[in-house]
């Protein structure tokens, strides 16, 4: 199994459009992006945090924007209902783009959203297609980095925006398993430092950086605060996760409290003269 595989099989999940609106528990015709909130951004701090990053990217109506690796198709129905932006998703779940699809035609937004199943190391979109490229929790299992990178850098508009919200190393253990990992199999993590370095050399010039690791902890004892008075709720992101979901959440919430890992959002541009920087 290649390694691409072995991602698509770890977030595979069958019928998953079907386990969303049981979960939820309306008629399709009622169902609204609020009910969607808890499950369809696969990352910490869900819509929020997607919604404070294309602010902070200064994301404008009619902006052509791709999500790689967009998993259920969260952030670009946000940014297609609430920037006015035309949003292309890319992942290499199955299951995911067929639901995302799906969600769209649900939420009326599937005019302004379309969605590709593919891989993000072989990006099937020409050179200077996106005003913007956003990335959130997805590094993490692409063994490739400088190929992940230069394909979305290939992609952008000179002066695009690259956005990304991205667990990283800290140089400790970690945990496992973990929401991207059952075991380090799959986990192929990089510190802030080497993230860094291998933007700049793939012609990247950094904006700003921030760390969003308290803000994570905050969130998860919030949410298992929440669990432990009230239980697990019908819709989540635990329905993604399977049997394991709390333990895996569990040990991101530890891992980022014994700073094994951190979690960190940044916004970079591609160079206006399109050369690599070293």
Known sequence: MTNESQIAAHYSHENLYEVILQAIGKEPA???????????????RGQEVSRELANAAGLQHGM???DAGCGLGGTCRLLAADFDCIVTGIDITGDYIRTAEKLSVLTGLQHSTRFVQGSVLALPFADNSFNAVFTQHVQMNIADKK???GEIHRVLTTGGRFIYYDILDNGELI?????WAADASLSHLITSQQLHTLLGETGFQRIQVTDETEKGIGFFNKLFNRIAQ????????HLLMGDTALQKLNNLRSNLIGKRVVLESGTYTKNINNKQTG
């Open 64 to 66: 052509r924007v791709l």
């Open 147 to 149: 190929t992940f990178y």
């Open 30 to 44: 009622l169902v609204t992006r609020e009910d969607l909130a808890p499950i369809d951004e696969f990352h910490v």
């Open 175 to 179: 945990h496992y398993p973990v929401p």
């Open 230 to 237: 009230k239980g697990l709720p019908a819709s989540g992101l």
